[in-house]
C-alpha cells in the first residue's frame, strides 16, 4: 500500500479572509479557490493547508463538528510552520491578525518555538527545523 499525507484541512467561517491573512501573515499564495469561495488551498510546502467553509463542512459531516472559534479553548491540535526567524514571523502575524499564545522559547533540544492563533482560532506553531541528533 502506498500512502502520502496530502491535505490539512481547516473549516473557517470565511475562506477568502481566512486565505488572505495566511498570505499576509506568512507569505503564502493562493493554489486553488472554488467559484463558491467555499474551499480553497495554499502553495505551503509539501503538504498542502486547505480551508473549507463551514457550510461545507457540515455537508460532509452528517452529524456535524465543532467549530473553532477565537472565543474558545483551542483545539489540542497544531499546524507547525518551520523558519529561522521565528520572532520575525511571529512579530509579523500578530500584526496582521493573529493572537500571541504563547512566548518563544528555547526547548532543551535546542528548537526555538513560539505559538499564535490564526484568525479563526487555530494553533500555530512557529519553530526553527529540528535538528538531527548523532
Not at 532543551?108 to 482560532?121: A, E, F, M, S, T
Request: with cysteine; proline share 3%.
Amino acid at each position: 500500500m502506498n500512502i502520502a499525507y496530502a491535505y490539512t484541512i481547516l473549516y473557517v467561517v470565511n475562506v477568502v479572509e481566512t486565505i488572505a491573512f495566511y498570505k499576509a501573515a506568512f507569505g503564502f499564495e493562493q493554489k486553488f479557490l472554488t467559484p463558491e469561495n467555499d474551499y480553497g488551498e495554499l502553495l505551503s510546502g509539501s503538504t498542502t493547508i486547505a480551508f473549507a467553509s463551514i457550510e461545507l463542512g457540515h455537508s460532509n459531516f452528517k452529524n456535524g463538528f465543532l467549530e473553532s472559534k477565537r472565543t474558545n479553548k483551542p483545539f489540542g491540535i497544531e499546524l507547525a510552520f518551520t523558519t529561522s526567524e521565528v520572532e520575525k514571523v511571529i512579530e509579523n502575524s500578530v500584526k496582521n491578525g493573529a493572537e500571541l499564545l504563547e512566548e518563544t522559547v528555547t526547548k532543551p533540544w535546542g528548537q526555538k518555538v513560539g505559538y499564535i492563533r490564526d484568525n479563526n482560532g487555530f494553533i500555530i506553531e512557529i519553530c526553527t527545523p529540528i535538528q538531527a541528533q548523532d
